[in-house]
């Protein structure tokens, strides 16, 4: 048994995901009724990668920013450019492919129970009352924005504070990172139970009517992961971006499209970084931020769901109304959780732009949850790894200007 541990475990992670996918959707199509006990693989690995995530990042900015060297330089900057750019232009791809592959929807009632931000003053508003959270509270929501607020504060008073200090406290993020590493090792067994819940419960039977829409929207998704993000990165590097692409959108990608959650992902892409060689006082800081901020896929799927909204209702959308929606589902987007299905609660507020009233945008809500099985799904593995993509671009940027990449 210990050879055999010793042999799985020299398997690449990647590869071993695929073969708990494999089992997974084996297992939920012959045998569903027997061997129902397989799901709660996936959501004991859901569970402990959302337990570990908010002291991970407490831990990690804290310790990161507290042993920062004063006048050493990050490249913040230069990812928040990034991390805009990319949310920015995923809401124009979302628009565009809208008008040119106009999309109807067929409504029905549904979340009538979920309570979405009325307008834009109480995104802000939320966002304010989060920044200013109880830290313990904010541990115990995994209220991220609160998380980072205080990880920030703290380890800018503790620039000042003894070496042993900041040893006890680098101790503490090393032992955390050590526990997720442990998490990660059973990436296989809890993807074999997200694969087996997903397809034993929903199947694909529930997308049938809304196949268009989730063609639309996976299709720009698609083309912000494999066309749009590249060339960004290429701008800053002026070198082939795809190695990298696709190897986020391996190892980072994959394992958030089960997750279902930025949030929880923030510790893969942690270790990923990491693998990479990147400049861990930037990454500890960028990865946690690009879970919250970051969401390119979120801009995608309000805008096109807006629009498809508009469609249905009959409403002629002007050139100029369409801007100001690329900008507003890029802003909405950077407010949405990290968690599944966050994006689709901000819909209303691109919807009333149109003055589309608020039952028929809870009703475009429903339209999401049911499609949600793949596009909520990509839209989490293209967020999660666009986050290590643009922290590796600002990289490589940095390491070119000073001639160290050719």
Same mark, same amino acid.
């Given at each position: 048994?210990?050879?055999? %541990? ?15 996918? *494999? ?52 490249? %913040? ?100 990172? $050590? ?8 990436? /296989? ?12 419960? $929903? ?26 993000? /590249? ?34 992902? *923030? ?19 960028? *990865? /946690? ?66 003055? *589309? ?50």
């Amino acid at each position: 048994m210990k050879n055999i %541990m010793l042999k799985w475990n020299q398997i690449s992670l990647v590869k071993r995901i695929l073969i708990g996918m *494999i089992v997974g959707i084996l297992l939920a199509v012959t045998i569903p009724d027997s061997t129902k006990w397989v799901s709660i693989f996936g959501s004991l690995f859901v569970g402990a990668l959302k337990a570990i995530a908010p002291i991970l990042v407490l831990f990690l900015v804290m310790s990161a920013i507290s042993k920062h060297k004063s006048g050493k330089q990050t490249n %913040m900057k230069t990812i928040l450019v990034l991390y805009g750019l990319g949310t920015l232009l995923a809401g124009v791809v979302g628009v565009v492919a809208s008008f040119l592959f106009p999309v109807n929807l067929s409504l029905s009632t549904g979340a009538q129970d979920v309570a979405p931000p009325s307008g834009i003053l109480e995104v802000l508003k939320t966002l304010l009352f989060n920044i200013v959270d109880n830290p313990v509270n904010a541990l115990l929501n995994a209220n991220y924005i609160g998380i980072l607020t205080w990880a920030i504060l703290l380890g800018l008073v503790l620039k000042k504070a003894a070496e042993t200090t900041k040893t006890v406290i680098a101790n503490f993020s090393d032992a955390i990172t $050590n526990i997720v590493k442990w998490i990660i090792d059973l990436a /296989p067994l809890g993807i074999m139970g997200l694969v087996y819940d997903a397809i034993s419960t $929903n199947g694909l039977s529930a997308l049938k009517e809304y196949v268009q829409l989730l063609v639309l929207l996976l299709g720009c998704m698609f083309f912000v992961a494999l066309v749009v993000n /590249p060339i960004i990165s290429f701008i800053f590097t002026r070198q082939n971006p795809y190695p990298l692409v696709l190897r986020t959108l391996r190892e980072s990608g994959l394992t958030a499209f089960f997750t279902r959650s930025s949030a929880a992902n *923030i510790p893969v892409n942690m270790t990923l970084c990491k693998k990479l060689g990147l400049d861990e006082d930037t990454y500890s800081v960028s *990865i /946690p931020l690009g879970a919250t901020i970051n969401m390119a896929g979120a801009a995608v799927t309000i805008s096109v769901l807006t629009l498809a909204a508009a469609n249905t209702m009959g409403i002629e959308v002007d050139i100029w109304t369409s801007i100001i929606l690329m900008v507003l589902s890029a802003v909405s987007a950077a407010g949405a959780s990290g968690v599944a299905g966050g994006s689709l609660l901000l819909i209303p507020l691109a919807c009333s732009l149109f003055g *589309i009233p608020n039952d028929i945008a809870m009703q475009v809500i429903g339209v999401g949850f049911v499609i949600s099985v793949l596009q909520d799904s990509c839209e989490t593995a293209l967020n999660s790894s666009s986050d290590v993509l643009f922290t590796a671009t600002a990289d490589i940027a940095k390491k070119r200007k000073e001639g160290k990449v050719i």
